[in-house]
């Protein structure tokens, strides 16, 4: 006689259930006969570095790393598409040369922009925020 | 060696018929003085040679007390390596707080112990055991790793005659026993207050 396939189905999810509740029902015991638990503001405290935190961590804080982002996208990204471009130039359908250069014409208007906030100075110069 | 609950010729008698007996009590303090985690953080230079008793050359994995863990919350052990400022003691206070049970104190050198050398000077705390219950003290400026091995096997001795049950049990088992100490707060001029007197007795200062 052959087992019912589905059992061992039903002893494997038997196994899975009692590896986690086993030692949590342990651990209920020990400390319902051994070891009385002792809470307090500090031990339940949320943050853990002996520094007691401020405030709220809602809080709004200004997006300017987004600057950085479309830099990042003009010179690096860029770059990583312009390079199969440039090898596989010859052998490309206008189709494809035109939809690359959508894309660098994207690109080449967020440069634009990011030349007129200012974020291309270099140094003391005021950097677009 | 613990005080054994099974009488030692028994033991010794079954042993040698390939039985192996326990209680809960040895196993339990065998398993703990054995994972001792120490809560990573150093305060000055003893921390240093705290490095070096966990690097390879010293390499306190031997004794099971390699996991260095950066949460208090994982922490067995506290040892308080360097010299505690009145600036750093509440952070310190705090942390042991938020260690769970059982937890012990190694207090190591002697700022730890008492200021040390910078005990004349106005930001030094006279000793973490002001605020803070001290298993083992180890002299030294610093100590060296060995005497840290030292003190980490002390603490080992300690943790393996804790008992589990009876009027003497560990105190981290009775249920009167706090957990949590209060924390010192920046007074005008010093830690307010600047002792915990529940904690800290010193000896009365006899004046022949």
């Known amino acids: 006689m052959t087992p019912n396939p589905y059992l061992f189905i039903v002893i494997f999810a038997g196994v899975a259930l009692m590896f986690p509740l086993l030692p949590l029902a342990l651990a209920w015991c020990w400390r319902r006969f051994f070891q009385p638990p002792k809470p307090g503001p500090d031990k339940n405290a949320i943050y853990e570095c002996g520094v007691e935190s401020i405030g709220d961590a809602q809080i709004q804080f200004r997006s300017q790393y987004y600057l950085y982002a479309i830099i990042f996208l003009i010179f690096d990204v860029e770059a990583i598409f312009l390079v199969p471009f440039a090898v596989a130039f010859s052998g490309l359908p206008v189709g494809a040369f035109i939809a690359v250069l959508v894309f660098l014409l994207l690109l080449i208007e967020g440069l634009i922009w990011a030349w007129g906030k200012g974020c291309l100075n270099w140094g003391s110069g005021r950097t677009g925020t | ?208």
């Open chain 2, 1 to 208: 060696m613990s005080e054994s609950q099974i009488d030692e010729g028994l033991r010794a008698e079954l042993q040698r018929q390939g039985v192996w007996v326990t209680s809960m009590q040895e196993l339990y303090n065998w398993g703990r003085k054995n994972s001792i985690w120490p809560l990573q953080f150093g305060l000055a230079c003893c921390a240093i040679e705290m490095i070096a008793t966990a690097a390879s050359r010293y390499d306190i994995a031997r004794f099971g007390g390699e996991v260095f863990r950066p949460s208090p919350r994982q922490a067995d052990l506290m040892i308080v390596a360097g010299t505690v400022t009145k600036k750093m003691a509440p952070q310190i206070v705090r942390l042991y707080n938020q260690m769970p049970d059982p937890k012990y104190v190694i207090s190591m050198g002697a700022c730890a112990i008492s200021g040390g050398p910078f005990k004349q000077g106005y930001n030094v705390l006279k000793g973490i055991d002001r605020y803070i219950p001290v298993d083992v003290y180890i002299p030294g400026c610093p100590p060296r790793p060995e005497a840290l091995l030292h003190a980490f096997m002390e603490l080992q001795r300690k943790i393996d005659s804790q008992k589990l049950s009876g009027r003497e049990k560990a105190d981290f088992l009775k249920k009167e026993q706090p957990s949590e100490f209060p924390v010192p707060e920046f007074g005008e001029h010093d830690l307010n207050p600047p002792a915990n007197k529940d904690v800290y007795q010193p000896p009365e200062l006899e004046r022949v």
